[in-house]
């Protein structure tokens, strides 16, 4: 038995870290944490310090008993997990969950998996940092308290099933806040000037007017007094520059970086840099620290000078400016700078080029410009033109890399060609086109990461949960918006003539954004009428601060606990026992047919309208919104059409003919049939004739293609792509085959291989019982009866296992029959 056992969290990293030690070490996993407070009660004392009732799920307690075992037989037990305080918690929770004799454990943390950062951190072990676990403990707490305390408020006073949490809802109050700025944002006009010159030599120069025109009147006769004029270069400045790479990537600039560039989602950017970093591949992933240890400043240089020159080398430092910022930590880069790329997963590969190259730019020599400035002037008028140049005299770090922005306008300076002061140029055409001011962006998840880190709220850890969970709870979600065509004025000067015509452009398009939910913002305005001071950015920095103040040992968390709660606490009773229902209502008007009320507000199954009141004497008349409405930006127009659905078109093979629009979008319904509509399609419009269109398709496509051992093959198109149905089984169809053509021998194919891969996932069999096991993902197995599921850690050898073992998981699995009691007669 090995004397030394080394655990982790993850299966990935201990496998990893098994290669670099030798056979006196044991490396195992606990999957995470393996205790956590309860999940179905607060968990929490209040009244003894706000002690917290740590349990270990049911689904670790196999997890636990095979560390203890492990731990009993090493002589030192070393805790591994990651060195933030996520992690020095997973360490506490191991020593006591496992009962460890303090005497035989240490406590190591690195911030790279390879071979030398692990024997470097075996060769320096320390204690468990009890204000790191305290700081967690903090920050666990107290949001296990906000969550616990106001999400039964929110089921009383909006609707039952939802909740809340100290940084999610502060999250989401930006978004509402963003949106509501948007739709009152009223854009003003005015009238930009552009004009194209001329040299004699034939080279273009692109100019701008410097200032607009708020009329069209005002721009027309601007363009006019150009007429006849003659330009020449009035002044011309030229001024060297330069460009400073950014610094090596922290948690956050990662997730933007990532956003923008590879169009990766914030959850799945943690994802693919979590994997690289168990694989060994980059240094630890949850970190605000911008610093690089002097190993990778050195490796970095001797790598830069290698591949492009010693002109291109510039070691550099960097400092924090971001609120909390923790510089002890390691920035996030490749952990061994002389691997410029990896043979991973795709999305892996190029999120690793990413760190790559943001790490050898951050070390790199500054790029060297020469920026021009030209004025151009006319003998018929004092108004000057613009035109700004830029040309790269040496390319330095940009030879490797371009950092990305969020500026959706931001103009890219020209390549101008060599001018000279009173040189003549010559007009080729000028615009004067209608412009409209922008309203402010929705956020994206790479900005609303940036503004939360500028705001000080949240820390490395929390950013993905934290966008993850907002959507999840459907108080987010990812914007699906169209835009409407506008149309602009544009007047041209050509050869001395001005023509006018209208253009049209798409204003408003806004896909991928984030957008809130008529239930985001109902809860987003309760929360703020009535807790303000939780949803409010100054405290939930400050709170952030104290966790920070925990960590280094500066506060005590209780006292930090019961100031919050003393003033918390009741204000969360006044709020039950005071506060009216919120359901969002907005009056709409009236119904011009019976000159009842029309009001919208979130009902039992989502927004609606309703025609009519409670009190009245008829009963109110009730109608869901469509998908693409909201209770903020419905019009009574638009209302009252809903009362018009379903719309009956009429019959078709002897069978009714309805249009409406469910959960999914807009559909046709043939008799008991629902077929889905294209995206975006308006029900309103959608004739009978399109309708058969539809039901057609739909009866081409479920007709059957072909029979296979007695029983029909259909095909069709799912989420995940285009498939064929065979005996209840789907099997995906791949690239190699033509859907639209399938043959017989095709068709026998994929069942036939579909079949082999099933029959080879099953590892275990007790036909006559119906049980199996089978083959699941990360080298695990999963126990099958009928619809019942068990997996297993992957500690488990299913080859030992019993046809009884497995009958008594599969009896602790199924779900208590509910006792009945006969009422006696």
Known sequence: MAKNLVIVESPAKAKTIEKF??????????????????????????????????????????????????????DTVWLASDEDREGEAIAWHLAEQLKLDQSKVKRIVFNAITKNSILKAIENPRGIDYNLVNAQQARRVLDRLVGYELSPILW???????????????????????????????????????????????????????????????????????????????NLETKPAKKTPAPPFTTSTLQQEASRKLYFSVSKTMNMAQRLYEAGLITYMRTDSVNLSPEAVEAAKEEIQREYGNKYSKPRKFSQ??????????????????????SVERDQARLYDLIWKRTIASQMSDAELERTLVKIEADKHKEQFTANGEVLKFDGFLKVYIEGTDDEDEEQADLLPALKVGEPLLNNYMTATQRFSRAPYRYTEASLVKKLEELGIGRPSTYAPTISTIQNRGYIERGSIEGTERNYIQFTLEKEQIKEKTLSEITGSDKGKLVPTDIGMIVNDFLVNHFENILDYNF???VEQDFDDIASGQEDWTLMMKDFYKGFHPQVKDVEENADRETGERILGKDPETGRQVSVRLGRFGPMVQI??????????????????????????????????????????????????????????????????????????VSLDRAIEV?????????????????????????????????????????????????????????????????????????????????????????????????????????????????????????KKKKTTKTKK
């Open 695 to 815: 039901i057609k398709a739909k009866q081409k496509a479920d007709a059957p293609i072909a029979n296979y051992k007695g029983k029909e093959v259909t095909k069709g198109k799912g989420r995940f792509g285009p498939f064929i149905k065979w005996d209840g089984m789907f099997i995906n169809v791949n690239k190699k085959y033509d859907f639209d053509d399938l043959s017989e021998a095709d068709i026998r194919e994929l069942i036939e291989d579909k079949l082999k891969k099933e029959a080879e996932k099953v590892v275990r069999e007790w036909s006559e019982e119906g049980i199996r096991i089978e083959k699941a993902r990360w080298g695990r197995h999963n126990i099958l009866k009928g619809k019942t599921k068990i997996e297993l850690p992957k500690e488990v050898d299913v080859s030992k296992l019993s046809l009884e073992e497995v009958q008594g998981m599969l009896d602790k699995k199924a779900p």
């Open 612 to 685: 009519g009141v409670a009190e009245e004497e008829e009963k109110p008349k009730f109608a869901s919104l469509l998908p693409d409405q909201t209770i903020e930006g419905i019009s009574l127009e638009e209302a009252l059409e809903l009362f018009a659905l379903p719309r009956n078109l009429g019959t078709y093979e002897g069978k009714t003919v309805e249009v409406n629009v469910g959960r999914y979008g807009p559909y046709v319904r043939f008799d008991d049939t629902f077929i889905s509509l294209d995206k975006g399609e308006d029900v309103f419009d």
């Open 540 to 542: 939930t920095a400050k």
């Open 21 to 74: 030690l030798g056979k006196d070490y044991k490396v195992a996993s606990s999957y995470g944490h393996i205790s956590d407070l309860p999940s179905k009660e607060l968990g929490v004392d209040v009244e003894k310090d706000f002690e917290p009732k740590y349990i270990v799920s049911k689904d670790k307690k196999d997890v636990v008993k095979n560390l203890r075992n492990l731990a009993e037989k090493a």
């Open 321 to 342: 400016k971001t609120k909390g910022a923790q510089e002890a930590h390691e920035a996030i880069r490749p952990t061994d700078i002389s691997i410029h790329s990896v």
């Open 156 to 234: 009383k006073k909006i609707k039952s099933g939802l909740s809340a949490g100290r940084v999610q809802s502060v999250a989401v109050r930006l978004i509402v806040e963003r949106e509501r700025e948007i739709n009152a944002f009223t854009p003003e006009v005015s009238f930009r000037v552009v004009a194209e010159f001329r040299t004699e030599e034939g080279k273009s120069v692109k100019a701008k007017l410097p200032k607009t025109f708020a009329t069209k009147e005002e721009a027309h006769k601007f363009l006019k007094s150009n007429v006849g004029a003659s330009f020449k270069v009035a």
